[in-house]
């Protein structure tokens, strides 16, 4: 099966910078995606890389190393809003693999 | 378009008893999966269905089935209810050779 390790949690003030770490223990997957979700609320879609490298998509930013079983998603310009769970996932054989998910708080 | 709507939101049930989730899909879209998310496990992968066919399961007990209907609406069934499956399922939808998964708002169930 997938397994995807990544920080239970992580705590960052309004402004700064957070790397979530996702390392992986599977091969033949698809590519890695990135979710996030409030609470109480649904998983949404983040960001996706198929292909080795950094994929950018406003203050979000995720990249994947194949050679390394290693990923990361990176949040610049810390806002509150972003004080949510995270979580990378793997697709292989039509099942989605998800991590265990990284709590992240937002400090004023 | 709409999102992925899941009837009920909330349900609470008996051990023992048998319970039916609903999903509907984004429209256009025939995939389907739903997943279980609970404190302790995080996000499970329970099923994915496309075209009416199960082309995936996780590594549920034979109590939890689903099935996708000619529309793409999906639905799953829990059958002999047990505390340990209190949770919340979510369902999603994902466009055909699409990475981004679409995630109803769920399901919280509570067995008593």
């Known amino acids: 099966g997938q397994s995807l390790e990544q920080p239970s949690e992580v705590t960052a003030v309004e402004g700064a910078i957070v790397q979530i770490n996702c390392t992986y223990q599977?091969?033949?997957?698809?590519?890695l995606s990135w979710y996030q979700q409030h609470d109480g609320g649904a998983p949404t879609f983040l960001s996706y890389n198929g292909l080795d490298g950094l994929e950018e998509t406003g203050r979000f930013s995720s990249f994947l190393s194949r050679s390394d079983s290693y990923g990361y998603l990176l949040l610049q310009e810390l806002q509150m809003k972003d004080s949510a769970s995270y979580f990378c996932?793997?697709?292989?054989?039509?099942?989605?693999?998800f991590g265990a998910g990284t709590t992240v708080t937002v400090r004023a | 378009k709409a999102g992925v709507t899941q009837t009920p939101r909330y349900l609470i049930k008996t051990r023992g008893q048998q319970v039916t989730l609903s999903c509907s899909p984004i429209?256009?879209?025939?995939?389907v999966s739903w997943y279980q998310q609970t404190p302790g496990q995080g996000l499970q992968f329970l099923f994915e269905?496309?075209?009416?066919?199960?082309?995936n399961k996780g590594n549920f007990p034979g109590r939890f089935s689903g099935r996708q209907f000619s529309n793409s609406r999906s639905e799953m069934n829990v059958s002999t209810l047990e505390l340990g499956d209190s949770a919340l399922y979510l369902c999603?939808?994902?466009?055909?050779?699409?990475?981004?998964?679409?995630f109803g708002p769920g399901t919280r169930l509570t067995v008593l």
């Open positions: 599977t091969s033949g997957f698809y590519g």
């Open positions: 996932a793997v697709r292989r054989d039509y099942k989605l693999s």
């Open positions: 269905y496309f075209s009416e066919t199960q082309r």
């Open positions: 999603a939808s994902r466009e055909s050779g699409g990475h981004e998964q679409f």
């Open positions: 429209s256009g879209h025939r995939s």
